[in-house]
């Protein structure tokens, strides 16, 4: 199996997406056998190329997926986002004031 590139991979659907993995998943239980029974070197350095290649096709399935999420919810208008969607800052970024309560005026400041 040749070296699997991200960029190929973005074409596919998620069919392909599953079809190769199986593919992949069944080269490296075959190449851990022949690990195991003492296969040559050449097969024992291939594992870990199929291990990253597998590795890629899991990332690039999650990002798609995390990019349908954020369309479908753009689209709808959710108030609320999904916890993996929202951006990762610090916690003390999290619980600062927003802009809103930050300008809001107690009834001594009005009077």
Known sequence: MVKVKCAELRTKDKKE?????EELKTELANLRVAKVTGGAASKLSKIRVVRKAILRVYIVMHQKQKENMRNLIRKEHKKYKPLDLRP????????RLTKHERKIKTMKEIR
């Open 88 to 95: 990762k800052k610090t916690r003390a970024l999290r619980r």
């Open 17 to 21: 997406f599953l079809k190769q993995l």
